[in-house]
């Protein structure tokens, strides 16, 4: 079972467009919900978190928006660079009640940003 | 290091041998996880430790797999009797505390596991 689909499996944006990621999750248990960001060879790395007492997260070029009644979140890369091409996650869990660290990745968006 | 830190980067293993995953954590950190991602796919949790103790080993796949970290700094994993099926890319994250969002996972970079 399947509890955070990701979507698209790929994405290609030209250098200065937006790239949309798309993130859609089961159980409404979940109250974290953050981003990662993993180059070939290396581990993922954090790169937003939302939780779900707001509807948009926004950090330099990166922003999460969040829809609880929908299930659904989504990653928005502004005036994307070709440096920004990565595999991107999103993930989910409890952050409290023993569930700690207990993340459920989506299965992941190749994203590449030409020149 | 300033970061978590795993070894080997790479192990090939005959399908039948025993392998033991290392994993030096961010100095301090109480939480460790084990997360396992096969080719193409995202991360999957497999073992929690707070400190030495093992709070949460739900998503170990056999009694093969066994996890420990004695003193509460670095972790080992350990897979018996390795099967193809086994090989992926073993993920070591840690924490300074409980609860992701105050302090989020910090990843290695991995070890590859290749069984022949």
């Known amino acids: 079972q399947q509890q955070v689909k990701q979507s698209p499996q790929s994405l290609i944006v030209q250098k200065g467009g937006i790239s949309i990621i798309n993130c859609a999750y089961e159980n409404t248990a979940f109250d974290y919900f953050p981003w990662y960001q993993q180059f070939p060879g290396k581990g993922p790395a954090l790169l937003i978190a939302?939780?779900?007492?707001?509807s948009e997260k926004k950090e330099g070029r990166f922003t999460i928006s969040f829809n609880k009644s929908a299930k659904q979140f989504s990653l928005h890369i502004m005036d994307s660079q070709p440096g920004d091409s990565a595999t991107y996650f999103c993930a989910a869990s409890m952050d409290y009640g023993g569930s700690q660290g207990n993340l459920i990745f989506g299965k992941g968006t190749k994203l590449s940003v030409k020149p | 290091g300033a970061g978590v830190s795993q070894s080997p980067r790479y192990k090939v293993a005959k399908r039948g041998q025993d392998v033991a995953l290392r994993c030096d954590p961010i100095?301090?950190?109480?939480?460790l996880f084990w997360y396992q991602q096969a080719l193409g796919q995202g991360p999957e949790f497999l073992t929690y430790?707070?400190?030495?103790?093992?709070?949460?080993k739900s998503g170990l796949p056999s009694d093969r797999f066994f996890a420990e970290r004695p003193e509460g700094s670095v972790s080992t994993l350990k897979i018996q009797r390795t099967q193809q099926e086994d090989s992926a890319v073993y993920l070591c994250?840690?924490?300074?505390?409980?609860?992701?969002?105050?302090?989020?996972?910090?990843f290695g970079n991995g070890t590859r596991l290749t069984v022949t």
């Open positions: 994250a840690s924490s300074l505390v409980l609860g992701s969002y105050n302090s989020p996972l910090h």
């Open positions: 100095s301090g950190h109480v939480s």
């Open positions: 939302i939780r779900p007492d707001v």
């Open positions: 430790f707070q400190n030495e103790a093992q709070l949460d």
